[in-house]
Each structure stands twice: as structure tokens, then as C-alpha cells.
């Protein structure tokens, strides 16, 4: 698959570095002005940065490989963000048997279906052959205890870590007429507006949160900051219509759709570790908790931007 326009792809990247750079060099000001030790605060807002720096660095090297790159990226990611889901919930040793699948069939089949685009069985391989084969397995070994709560951790493990993600590097099957080559600004588009989103509405409700939308959920998020990170998301998502088929105004309207379910997976997410007791998916990253921590928006938004970009704009 050819790479997009290289100007294109520089301004992308430029755009990037700048913004971490300033990012980076406020930390550092403020670290060297404020007294030490350093509050946890500053800590993790230097951790955070770093993070990002490392991520933003993946993704390029991702991005510069085309299509196997991010193939390969993403199905790392599925298999780190399963890992940690299934360590958080519960299971048995009858269990064994559909765990090991889970990570050696599933995860290289779906994403052997992206690599070679084969839409029909891609879309239906996990909601409904896995699902049906999955509890099937599990009652054969006999073992009853749990056995509902089991086999939905199971089932929603890899509906959140595979097969919601495997949409992502499945953007770069859709056929747009006029924007051949360049299915890879895509997946920037959806990773910068989501990912920025996230950014937009912790910085509005801290700057202006009152009304907490689901305190006993994610007690941080305030309507405040949905709405405004929202709006200025939507924005973002106009101003980097040049990397998309879409007119600004289309652009402003996908963003905000995506935003919003990225919102919603996120939300989603905060509420299975409120229910299984934790703060963090993992440790994987340092300052952002676990793979899924970075990657829960992404679980919703995927699916949605790529069926909306597929059945408006796809052939």
C-alpha cells in the first residue's frame, strides 16, 4: 500500500513534536520553579509527557511501515490490553483452554482477516463464531461454578481488546474514491481527535467543571468538561480536515461522533475497574496506568468511524 503525500505527512508529524515539545519544555519550567521534592502532580505530568513521547514515536514508526506496520502495532495492542483484562478478572483452570485461544487463535486470526481484508468474516468472526464456540468449550469442561460471569468477562474481553481495536488498522481496507494511498491519515485523524479529546475535556473541567456527570463511575468528569472538550474536539477535528476525505464541516461532524463514543467506551471502562476494585488497567505504562488506560477511548470510537467512514464515503 503506498504511503500518503509526504507533505502531508510532515505536517502531521511537525505538528506533533511541536505540540509535545511545548508540552515538554512547560514541564520542565514549571519543574524547575516549583519547590522539591516535586508535588505528585508535576511528577505525573512529567511522566505523562514522556509516555506520550514514546507512543507518538511507535505510532510514526507504525505509521512509516503502512499497512503491516500498523497491522502488527494494533494486534500488539489487542494482545497487551487482553492480558490485562483477563488478569483482572476472574477465572478457573477449566478456563485454560479458551484463555490460551484467545490469545494464540483469536488475536492472529482477526487481525490476518484485517491484513487481508476480508470484511464478511472480519465483522463476524468474533460477535458471533467466538461467542458461540467460546461458552461451548467452557460447559464441555463441566466446571458450572461462575460459569455466566466467566464466560462474559470472556466474551467482553475480546470484544473490547480485539475486536473493537482491530478496526483501527482495518481503516486502511476501505476503497474512498480520490483518496487512494493515504487510508493511514485516517487513523491519524481518528487517533489525534480522540486521543485530544480526552486531553480537552479534563483541561475544561478543570478549568471550568461544576456538575459531575457520573461521580460514583469517574468522579473527575463534569458536563463542563464533556461539553467543552466536545466542542473544541470537533474544531480540532475541522482544522485537520486536510488529512481526510472530508470537507471541514464533515470533519467537525465525524470528530464529534467518534468524540463522543470515545467518551462513552472511556466511561465504560471506568466502570468495569470500579467494579473490579482497581484505579489502573496495569503498569505498562508509566503515568497512564495500563495499555487499555490509553486505549479505552479507541474501544468505542473505532468501530463507529470506520462504519461511518465505510458507508459514507467508502465504495
Not at 490485562?84 to 490469545?103: I, K, N, P
Not at 470528530?255 to 470500579?274: N, P, T, Y
Request: net charge positive; charged share 10%.
Amino acid at each position: 500500500m503506498p504511503l500518503p503525500p509526504i507533505h502531508e505527512t510532515m505536517i502531521l508529524i511537525a505538528g506533533l513534536v511541536a505540540v509535545l515539545s511545548t508540552a515538554s519544555v512547560t514541564a520542565g519550567i514549571l519543574s524547575w520553579r516549583a519547590p522539591k521534592p516535586l508535588s505528585p502532580t508535576l511528577t505525573n505530568l512529567t511522566q505523562r509527557i514522556n509516555a506520550w513521547w514514546v507512543m507518538v514515536v511507535a505510532i510514526t514508526v507504525a505509521f512509516f511501515f503502512g499497512h503491516a506496520g500498523m497491522t502488527i502495532l494494533f494486534a500488539l495492542i489487542s494482545f497487551a490490553a487482553l492480558r490485562e483484562f483477563v488478569t483482572l478478572t476472574h477465572s478457573r483452570r477449566s478456563d485454560h483452554w479458551v484463555l490460551l485461544g484467545m490469545f494464540a487463535i483469536i488475536i492472529p486470526f482477526q487481525y490476518w482477516l484485517v491484513w487481508t481484508a476480508w470484511y464478511g468474516l472480519f465483522t463476524i468472526f468474533i460477535p458471533v463464531y467466538c461467542f458461540l464456540l467460546m461458552p461451548a468449550i467452557t460447559a464441555l469442561n463441566g466446571d458450572t461454578e461462575r460459569f455466566l460471569e466467566r464466560v462474559s468477562a470472556q466474551q467482553w474481553a475480546i470484544m473490547i481488546s480485539v475486536y473493537f481495536v482491530s478496526h483501527v488498522p482495518a481503516l486502511l481496507t476501505l476503497n474512498v474514491p480520490g483518496f487512494e494511498g493515504r487510508n493511514l491519515l485516517l487513523i491519524a485523524f481518528l487517533i489525534i481527535t480522540v486521543q485530544g479529546s480526552d486531553v480537552l475535556q479534563y483541561i475544561f473541567g478543570k478549568l471550568f467543571g461544576k456538575h459531575l456527570l457520573s461521580p460514583k463511575v469517574s468522579p473527575s468528569k463534569t458536563w463542563e468538561g464533556l461539553v467543552g472538550g466536545l466542542a473544541a474536539s470537533s474544531l480540532l477535528g475541522a482544522l485537520l480536515s486536510f488529512l481526510t476525505p472530508f470537507s471541514p464541516l464533515q470533519a467537525a461532524a465525524v470528530a464529534l461522533v467518534a468524540c463522543l463514543m470515545g467518551f462513552l467506551g472511556g466511561l465504560v471502562a471506568s466502570a468495569i475497574k470500579r467494579d473490579q476494585g482497581v484505579k489502573d488497567w496495569g503498569h505498562l505504562i508509566e503515568g497512564h496506568g495500563g495499555m487499555m488506560d490509553r486505549a479505552d477511548s479507541l474501544v468505542f470510537a473505532a468501530p463507529v468511524f470506520f462504519h461511518t467512514v465505510r458507508y459514507f464515503w467508502s465504495v
